[in-house]
């Protein structure tokens, strides 16, 4: 079985891959303040008002104060009786993502895609694409340079 590099102290490297694991609350912070039109990221817990889905929810009854979004959801699309809710629902929130835009200035996802060696990897859910398009067209070219990149961002 093939073993991974190990630590370096004398050359102070240390040639074994990493892996960084980030969530919503990584979002929220690369992002405290929304986007550059300050279009404010959301949480699982707050994200029926950030996203302003209150009114539809209402529409039909729903409670969901207090209710983490994802629970809400799963509920409501495995219900037979809220399907055009549900499709009302997602197109409201492909909507309010849809306009997001980053901002001008360096994220804290920039700096953790930056400082990523050529062998590292990048995986995010939320905002991959929209990352890695702003990697190759955004970033100043020799922050960004393809050659220091992770192959799934060159």
């Given at each position: 079985m093939p073993t991974l590099p190990l630590l370096k102290p004398e050359k102070n490297a240390n040639d074994s891959p990493?892996?960084?694991?980030?969530?919503?609350?990584?979002?929220?912070?690369?992002?405290?303040?929304?986007?550059?039109?300050?279009?404010?990221?959301?949480?699982?817990?707050?994200?029926?008002?950030v996203v302003g889905l209150n009114d539809l929810l209402e529409e039909h009854g729903i409670d969901y104060q207090e209710k983490n979004f994802e629970e809400l959801y799963s509920d409501l699309h495995f219900s037979k009786e809220h399907?055009?809710?549900?499709?009302?629902?997602?197109?409201?929130?492909?909507?309010?993502?849809?306009?997001?835009?980053?901002?001008?200035?360096?994220?804290?996802?920039?700096?953790i895609v930056l400082s990523l060696r050529k062998e590292g990897s990048h995986r995010h859910v939320q905002l991959g694409p929209v990352l890695a398009t702003r990697v190759q067209t955004q970033l100043p070219p020799k922050r960004a340079s393809s050659d220091r990149l992770p192959a799934r961002l060159r």
């Open positions: 990493h892996v960084v694991l980030l969530g919503a609350g990584a979002s929220l912070a690369s992002f405290p303040n929304g986007d550059r039109n300050a279009r404010l990221l959301p949480l699982m817990r707050n994200f029926v008002e399907s055009n809710l549900v499709r009302r629902l997602e197109t409201r929130i492909r909507e309010y993502f849809s306009r997001m835009e980053l901002p001008d200035s360096l994220t804290l996802y920039d700096e």
